[in-house]
């Protein structure tokens, strides 16, 4: 936007959402009464980015850190916001973030620990993890989600890993961007290729030849079997 400072970044934003959120609800779950007491809105959206909330759904994530996509870069990746297709312009969008710009504050061992930590710690009794990796820059996750809305969960992670990086960090303000991006996994088929996307994000950003040796993700944890150790 024109009167932001340099350095800082929102959102990408999409002009044409609420005609997209009102098309995927026709084909959505319809949520019962309990499921929207707990919190979940189905199809919605918050200004930003296209949402997907239910219970018992399995989601691939996406978030980045707060100066990822900075203002005075802005001509470089708002061009992808006006690609017709909704999953070639994400997809544009996390190739740029791949690029790893920005301050890249969980390439730093200690808040890329923070973040992994908090992840797991309500692994397999809030939410279950199928796969996660931790970018310089930004987060993959997929996730079963189970009774706590999706929304919610980011931003117990958000609010939490952003007090103890910017501790670690000396700083203040503003460390995770605003918003997320989120994909309802189909089937098997996309639920494989997804967290296959996931795991090798870090080679194919050329970070590291073997994915398994990318210290802050889940493809080191799997077994010869492709199972996750516990």
């Not at 199809?43 to 018992?56: I, K, Q, T, V």
């Not at 790893?100 to 279950?128: D, I």
């Not at 080191?220 to 199972?227: A, S």
Request: glycine share 6%.
């Amino acid at each position: 936007m024109p009167n932001e400072p340099p350095g800082q970044s929102r959102p990408p934003s999409n002009p044409g959402l609420r005609q997209l959120i009102q098309s995927k609800q026709q084909f959505a779950n319809v949520l019962d009464k309990e499921a929207r007491s707990a919190g979940f809105r189905g199809g919605h959206e918050r200004g930003y980015l296209p949402h997907y909330d239910a219970p018992n759904v399995t989601q691939l994530v996406t978030f980045n850190l707060a100066d990822a996509f900075p203002v005075t870069r802005r001509r470089e990746w708002e061009i992808f916001l006006r690609l017709p297709n909704a999953s070639e312009s994400r997809r544009k969008l996390e190739e740029w973030l791949d690029r790893g710009l920005g301050k890249r504050w969980l390439y730093q061992t200690e808040v890329a620990a923070v973040v992994e930590s908090e992840l797991l710690c309500q692994h397999r009794h809030q939410y279950a993890l199928r796969a996660w990796v931790i970018m310089p820059n930004h987060i993959h996750i997929v996730l079963d989600v189970w009774q706590t809305p999706l929304s919610k969960l980011i931003k117990q992670w958000k609010g939490a890993t952003a007090v103890a990086a910017n501790r670690l960090l000396g700083r203040s303000g503003k460390f995770w961007q605003e918003d997320y991006w989120d994909t309802l996994i189909k089937d098997e088929k996309h639920l494989s290729k997804s967290i296959s996307y996931v795991e090798n994000n870090p080679t194919k950003a050329k970070l590291i030849l073997n994915p398994k040796g990318w210290v802050w993700g889940s493809a080191r944890r799997r077994n010869d079997y492709g199972k996750l150790a516990d």
